[in-house]
């Protein structure tokens, strides 16, 4: 079993940045996949980015161009950088890790945007 630990979630004016962070307990293999999904109130959660093990990156089109995904393995993190943020990134985000083995899921954390 690994855990993910997510830090880096707050509350932010519009058009500021935020920097999540996700930890795995064990390391993270070549074969692995990371990325981020969030949930708004009422709304289902929805994949934000992600990025292979060979490093390609795939976003949401309400976040590209605004937010950069990337990893570093020898850290077994993967990092979230959000800039321009608007009041429709408010959700619970959650890094996800997606093994041969099966999926992870950290914790959660709020993120939210004022007007």
């Known amino acids: 079993q690994v855990q993910l630990v997510e830090s880096g979630g707050g509350l932010v004016q519009a058009g500021g940045s935020l920097r999540l962070s996700c930890a795995a307990s064990?390391?993270?293999?070549?074969?692995?996949?990371m990325g981020w999904y969030r949930q708004a109130p009422g709304k289902q959660r929805e994949l934000v980015a992600a990025?292979?093990?060979?490093?390609?990156?795939n976003y949401a089109d309400s976040v590209k161009g605004r937010f950069t995904i990337s990893r570093d393995n020898a850290k077994n993190t993967v990092y979230l950088q959000m800039n321009s943020l608007k009041p429709e990134d408010t959700a619970v985000y959650y890094c996800?890790?997606?093994?041969?083995?099966?999926?992870?899921w950290g914790q959660g954390t709020q993120v939210t945007v004022s007007s």
């Open positions: 064990r390391s993270i293999s070549s074969t692995d996949g």
């Open positions: 990025i292979t093990s060979g490093g390609s990156r």
């Open positions: 996800n890790l997606h093994t041969y083995f099966g999926d992870y």
